[in-house]
């Protein structure tokens, strides 16, 4: 199985699981180390409450009915994950790879200048529902990974090879029309609202209370969404005042909520649709995205264009030796899946039987839409 994709997503989204602990209620067994039911389902837990199914409210009917089709796909990916997660960690402890507080503290300051700041990068943590800790957990890993990789020798990117990439894939520098614009944003996330509640009341909540509350919450934000956009309508030589006293997007708060130049795919799609459409220094109507509402106002227009070799040089050598960490890690793990011993104590856990599932799922699918196009004829 290629993993490189699946390294993609753990290595730069951040998505992994704590090593193996406490050795009950055994589901897999990779070599000496074991996983455990537990750590199976915090991380189907954290998968779930992360996907977009989630925002569409469809987390629960998820978690009840195991068999769908959402569930099986999402606890695929978790099994392979933890499986590659394991493997690399295996080679990492065997080359005696460590990773010191000094180089997670050096990379986390990368990360954070590469998004704008510590506040920034604390909201956006924030909006995911990762924890500082976890955060840094994660990192700590990422770190390891591109040191078993660059031990390979086979992750360095010439100058000769970033002119030539750039050359052969001139279109990908290419940019449309892009907007300058700044925001205020009113965090309204029901999954974040939902975790707020249950850490700081004391009293368990049952699923209406919970419910009610959070929508009490929603219709607030919403509210001060129209407030503010209303009074900025009327004056939008505040915007970037209210931006810093009320956006919840601190990183460009600080900067009177200017966000810079963006293309339409870099924002989710309705706020680029408003966005696009707007005209200058104009103060837009609340608009609702999966962070909640944004209040916008776009401050400049610029042309398509392409971006220059020079100016773009450093970050796309970064990137390509990212991609060949990624294929380096991806020949390490199919190398060590041959010579390992895994297996599956409960086979429900499986991917092959998993992947059975899925394909009877698929079938019933096919057969039931073949039906009702029988029926409409």
């Known amino acids: 199985m290629n993993t490189k994709k699946l390294l993609a997503t753990m290595l730069l989204a951040g998505i992994l699981v704590t090593g193996c602990g406490v050795k009950k209620d055994v589901i897999i067994k990779i070599n000496d180390s074991v996983v455990t039911k537990q750590e199976f389902e915090k991380l189907m837990d954290s998968q779930i409450a992360q996907s977009p199914f989630a925002q569409m409210g469809m987390a629960e009917g998820m978690k009840e009915h195991k068999d769908g089709m ?43 200048d590469q998004m704008g700041g510590k506040d920034k990068l604390s909201e956006i943590l924030k909006q995911n529902g990762v924890s500082v800790s976890k955060f840094r957990e994660d990192i700590k890993m990422q770190v390891k990974m591109q040191k078993l990789a660059r031990l390979s020798g086979k992750t360095k990117v010439s100058d000769a090879e970033v002119k030539d990439f750039y050359n052969k894939n001139i279109q990908m520098f290419k940019h449309g029309e892009q907007v300058k614009a700044s925001h205020i944003l009113l965090m309204a996330n029901p999954y974040q609202i939902e975790q707020e509640l249950v850490e700081s009341t004391k009293k368990e909540l049952k699923p209406e209370e919970k419910k009610a509350l959070v929508q009490e919450q929603m219709d607030k934000q919403k509210a001060l969404a129209q407030k503010l956009s209303k009074e900025l309508q009327a004056d939008n030589s505040k915007f970037a005042q209210y931006a810093q006293k009320y ?19 870099q924002m989710v799609p309705e706020f680029s649709k408003v966005a696009f459409s707007a005209k200058p220094n104009t103060v837009s109507e609340p608009v609702q995205s999966q962070f909640g509402y944004h ?64 394909k009877e799922q698929i079938g019933e699918m096919q057969k039931q839409s073949a039906e009702m196009n029988k029926q409409k004829k």
């Open 70 to 112: 959402l569930y099986l796909m999402t606890e695929q990916g978790v099994i392979n994950q933890i499986i590659v997660k394991e493997l690399l960690e295996q080679e990492v402890k065997a080359k005696g790879i460590k990773v010191s507080n000094k180089e997670v503290d050096k990379a986390i300051a990368k990360i954070m």
């Open 247 to 265: 956006s919840d997007d601190k990183g460009s708060a600080s900067n009177g909520g200017d966000l810079g130049f963006f293309d339409k795919e």
């Open 295 to 358: 209040i916008i106002m776009v401050t400049d227009r610029r042309a398509a264009g392409t971006e220059p070799l020079e100016k773009i040089q450093s970050k796309l050598k970064e990137r390509l030796a990212a991609d060949k960490e990624l294929k380096t890690l991806d020949d390490i793990v199919n190398a060590a899946k041959k010579k390992a011993k895994i297996e599956f104590v409960d086979e429900q856990y499986n991917p092959d039987v998993i992947a059975k599932k899925l």
